[in-house]
């Protein structure tokens, strides 16, 4: 994992993120931005390849709205991998393609796009996982400190963590009901055989 640009830079320009990077991806007749165009002019930058007609149907809108928060999420992705950090390095399209289809979908499913602009802690964990997704980790830390500050702001893990603590309290709840309804049962027992 290679080094990459100070964190802080990454969450001040999340931070002053323009508008029309949050404005309704396009979708049929309505909406403003057309998802695909920004990635093939992210990729264009970087010198990539275009991207595949194939690539460029999985940056459609669809009707559902997870769907939508994450192109607002690819959005912001490009916007940030926009820095000129990035153009002049021009990393793996391929890494970076990677990263919008699996890493950013996850954290849609829990996350607002606009949090990624406003909460200092979802524009840290999306920087993050941009630079996580090229391979990269913040200028001034090691792989793990890099990792192990990911694992902490991971909303994707958080909530797998409090699905698998409810799970767990909803099974001892119901083997503690179960130890009171014996107690109950053997005392009723008990009892008529007195």
Same mark, same amino acid.
């Given at each position: 994992?290679?080094?990459?640009?100070?964190?802080?830079?990454?969450?001040?320009?999340?931070?002053?993120?323009?508008?029309?990077?949050?404005?309704?991806?396009?979708?049929?007749?309505?909406?403003?931005?057309?998802?695909?165009?920004?990635?093939?002019?992210?990729?264009?930058?970087?010198?990539?390849?275009?991207?595949?007609?194939?690539?460029?149907?999985?940056?459609?809108?669809?009707?559902?709205?997870?769907?939508?928060?994450?192109? %607002?999420?690819?959005?912001? *992705?490009?916007?940030?991998?926009?820095?000129?950090?990035? /153009? #002049?390095? +021009?990393?793996? $399209?391929? &890494?970076?393609?990677?990263?919008?289809?699996?890493?950013?979908?996850?954290?849609?499913?829990?996350?607002?796009?606009?949090?990624?602009?406003?909460?200092?802690?979802?524009?840290?964990?999306?920087?993050?996982?941009?630079?996580?997704?090229?391979?990269?980790?913040?200028?001034?830390?090691?792989?793990?400190?890099?990792?192990?500050?990911?694992?902490?702001?991971?909303?994707?893990?958080?909530? %797998?963590?409090?699905?698998? *603590?409810?799970?767990?309290?909803?099974?001892?709840?119901? /083997? #503690?009901? +179960?130890?009171? $309804?014996? &107690?109950?049962?053997?005392?009723?027992?008990?009892?008529?055989?007195?």
């Amino acid at each position: 994992m290679e080094a990459g640009p100070q964190l802080e830079v990454l969450t001040r320009r999340l931070a002053e993120c323009p508008p029309d990077f949050l404005a309704e991806p396009r979708r049929g007749g309505a909406g403003v931005v057309q998802v695909a165009a920004v990635v093939a002019d992210l990729l264009a930058d970087w010198s990539a390849p275009a991207l595949t007609p194939a690539q460029a149907a999985a940056f459609q809108a669809a009707a559902s709205q997870a769907k939508v928060n994450w192109l %607002r999420l690819v959005l912001l *992705a490009c916007w940030l991998w926009h820095d000129p950090w990035f /153009v #002049r390095r +021009a990393p793996s $399209a391929q &890494a970076a393609l990677t990263c919008l289809s699996k890493d950013l979908a996850g954290l849609a499913k829990l996350v607002p796009a606009p949090q990624c602009v406003l909460d200092p802690d979802r524009r840290e964990e999306l920087a993050r996982l941009c630079l996580k997704g090229l391979g990269l980790h913040p200028e001034g830390e090691t792989p793990a400190q890099a990792q192990d500050r990911l694992n902490a702001l991971d909303s994707v893990e958080r909530q %797998r963590v409090i699905e698998a *603590a409810r799970s767990a309290e909803a099974r001892s709840r119901a /083997v #503690r009901e +179960a130890m009171a $309804a014996k &107690a109950a049962q053997e005392a009723a027992d008990k009892w008529s055989r007195e």
